[in-house]
């Protein structure tokens, strides 16, 4: 896709760095853990003063912000005619998370707009940003479940009904915080959107590259397993005669990182949450509840794994004589982004002076929602050694820059984009 006259007019353009890292550092104030991280879980109280402060900064910058009956909160700057132009992620994290992941991406939309605003730019088409409930999918399932709502993926009621792991429904927690809006749901198609990330995996940094020009979002596959064995005591009972759901788990565990090695490329597996009742170091334990992520850029290689461990459950459950019971959380085939998007956020992002890699992403993001209903993409900066969900997450904010730059001459370039 050419640039058009007006991004090349304006490719000198650059955010105030300094006033992005003021708003990411103020915003990780709110629910601080140990080690620098954050802990804002979608809905919590914690969440909603995060909420109030970025709203607070979208209507310092004369935005109109609307909030849909899933708690999406949009900001559109109105000028220009048509749909807007659309950035934006979330700023729910996971228990143990990080101050980039989602805020970075919330955050580099809102200064996109007000560097344009103060420096007198008015693009031709409005440009918005978008904050999008519970994509961490850690209180709620599944993960990215307000965008999916926003594009009609999901039914309102059904996610507003949805439990969390503390047992609160979805609904009730949007009233009770002050976030359960009136705008409709789906909500309004923009003419193309494009989310700014940390990678939240080791690929740029190993490779010394500053900028990800993402291609395209795994397939995702969430499973809750529940193994029912028979609770016995732990001294008496003979090895022989046990249905151990605790093994059985184990025998899962490892079962699916062999298979994640025996597939190779970019198939990934994880057992990442084990529950045992009742618990106790002197019980063999009744029951074992754990969950699978499963993930691959490939559908039918995605199929393929989850039908071998489809397989090994039925196997274990006969050999060690015990019950087992599957639960879907979320499935999500793989997503490509439109070639337009990528090929533009490449090119501004070389003209910047940055060495740019096209890659897959490894984790789920709001923008594989909105794919669906309009030209969508994703630009990465590094994550210093690839952590993330860690309070330990870190990006240098020479790429923090560098990347909301790229955002910057992408949304103004988009603006331009024929939609046919």
Same mark, same amino acid.
């Given at each position: 896709?050419?640039?058009?006259?007006?991004?090349?007019?304006n490719?000198?353009? $650059?955010?105030?760095?300094?006033?992005l890292?003021?708003?990411i *550092?103020t915003l990780?104030?709110i629910?601080?853990?140990?080690?620098?991280?954050?802990?804002?879980?979608?809905?919590t109280?914690?969440d909603?003063?995060?909420?109030?402060?970025v709203?607070?900064?979208?209507r310092?910058?004369?935005?109109e912000?609307?909030?849909?009956a899933?708690g999406?909160i949009?900001?559109?700057?109105n000028?220009?005619?048509?749909?807007?132009v659309?950035?934006?992620s979330?700023?729910d994290t996971?228990?143990t998370g !990080?101050?980039?992941? !989602?805020?970075y !991406?919330?955050l580099?939309?809102l200064?996109?707009?007000e /560097?344009?605003?103060?420096? %007198?730019?008015?693009?031709?088409r409005?440009?918005?940003v978008?904050?999008?409930?519970?994509e961490?999918g850690?209180r709620?399932?599944?993960?990215?479940l307000?965008?999916?709502?926003?594009? %009609?993926?999901?039914?309102?009621?059904?996610?507003?009904d949805?439990?969390a792991?503390? #047992?609160?429904?979805?609904?009730?927690?949007?009233m009770?915080?002050?976030?359960? #809006?009136?705008?409709?749901?789906p909500g309004?198609?923009?003419?193309?959107?494009?989310?700014?990330?940390?990678?939240?995996?080791?690929?740029l940094?190993? *490779?010394?590259v $500053?900028?990800?020009?993402?291609?395209?979002?795994?397939?995702?596959?969430?499973?809750?397993?529940?193994?029912?064995?028979?609770?016995n005591?732990a %001294?008496t009972t003979?090895?022989?005669?046990?249905?151990?759901?605790?093994?059985v788990?184990?025998?899962?565990?490892?079962?699916?990182?062999?298979?994640a090695?025996?597939i190779?490329g970019?198939?990934?597996?994880?057992?990442g949450?084990?529950?045992?009742?009742?618990?106790l170091?002197?019980?063999?334990p009744? $029951?074992?509840?754990?969950?699978?992520d499963?993930?691959?850029?490939?559908?039918s290689i995605?199929?393929h794994?989850e039908?071998?461990?489809?397989?090994?459950?039925?196997e274990?459950?006969?050999?060690e004589g015990?019950?087992i019971?599957?639960?879907?959380?979320?499935?999500f085939?793989?997503?490509?982004?439109?070639? $337009?998007v990528i090929?533009?956020?490449?090119?501004?992002?070389?003209?910047?002076g940055?060495?740019?890699?096209?890659?897959?992403?490894?984790?789920g993001h709001?923008?594989q929602?909105?794919?669906?209903?309009?030209?969508?993409?994703?630009?990465?900066?590094?994550?210093?050694?690839?952590?993330?969900?860690?309070?330990a997450?870190? /990006?240098?904010t020479d790429?923090l820059v560098? #990347?909301?730059n790229?955002?910057?001459?992408?949304?103004?370039?988009?603006t331009t984009?024929? /939609?046919?």
């Amino acid at each position: 896709m050419p640039l058009g006259d007006f991004a090349v007019k304006n490719s000198e353009l $650059r955010i105030d760095g300094e006033r992005l890292m003021i708003r990411i *550092n103020t915003l990780a104030d709110i629910s601080p853990i140990e080690g620098g991280g954050n802990c804002r879980l979608a809905l919590t109280d914690d969440d909603r003063d995060g909420r109030d402060l970025v709203v607070s900064w979208m209507r310092d910058c004369d935005l109109e912000v609307s909030i849909d009956a899933i708690g999406n909160i949009i900001g559109i700057w109105n000028v220009g005619t048509g749909a807007p132009v659309m950035s934006g992620s979330h700023i729910d994290t996971v228990r143990t998370g !990080g101050r980039f992941d !989602g805020c970075y !991406g919330v955050l580099a939309g809102l200064e996109v707009i007000e /560097t344009c605003q103060k420096a %007198g730019i008015a693009p031709r088409r409005p440009l918005a940003v978008g904050i999008f409930t519970d994509e961490e999918g850690a209180r709620f399932a599944p993960d990215m479940l307000g965008s999916l709502v926003y594009v %009609g993926g999901l039914a309102l009621e059904e996610a507003q009904d949805t439990i969390a792991i503390d #047992g609160a429904r979805l609904g009730d927690e949007l009233m009770r915080i002050g976030y359960l #809006g009136t705008t409709p749901c789906p909500g309004l198609i923009p003419h193309a959107f494009v989310e700014l990330h940390i990678e939240q995996g080791p690929r740029l940094e190993a *490779n010394n590259v $500053r900028i990800g020009a993402v291609t395209s979002v795994q397939g995702i596959s969430w499973l809750e397993v529940t193994v029912t064995g028979q609770s016995n005591h732990a %001294g008496t009972t003979p090895m022989s005669l046990r249905h151990d759901p605790a093994y059985v788990a184990a025998e899962i565990t490892v079962f699916v990182r062999k298979l994640a090695n025996e597939i190779g490329g970019n198939q990934v597996c994880t057992v990442g949450k084990i529950d045992l009742f009742p618990n106790l170091t002197n019980v063999v334990p009744a $029951r074992a509840t754990l969950t699978l992520d499963v993930r691959n850029t490939d559908e039918s290689i995605l199929q393929h794994a989850e039908s071998r461990i489809k397989d090994f459950l039925v196997e274990i459950g006969k050999s060690e004589g015990v019950t087992i019971a599957k639960r879907e959380l979320a499935r999500f085939e793989p997503v490509n982004f439109d070639h $337009r998007v990528i090929d533009c956020i490449e090119k501004i992002a070389l003209a910047q002076g940055n060495t740019v890699q096209r890659m897959p992403s490894g984790a789920g993001h709001d923008a594989q929602m909105l794919a669906r209903v309009c030209p969508s993409g994703m630009i990465f900066v590094p994550s210093v050694k690839g952590i993330s969900h860690n309070p330990a997450e870190f /990006t240098d904010t020479d790429d923090l820059v560098a #990347g909301a730059n790229i955002l910057l001459q992408t949304m103004l370039s988009l603006t331009t984009m024929e /939609t046919n």
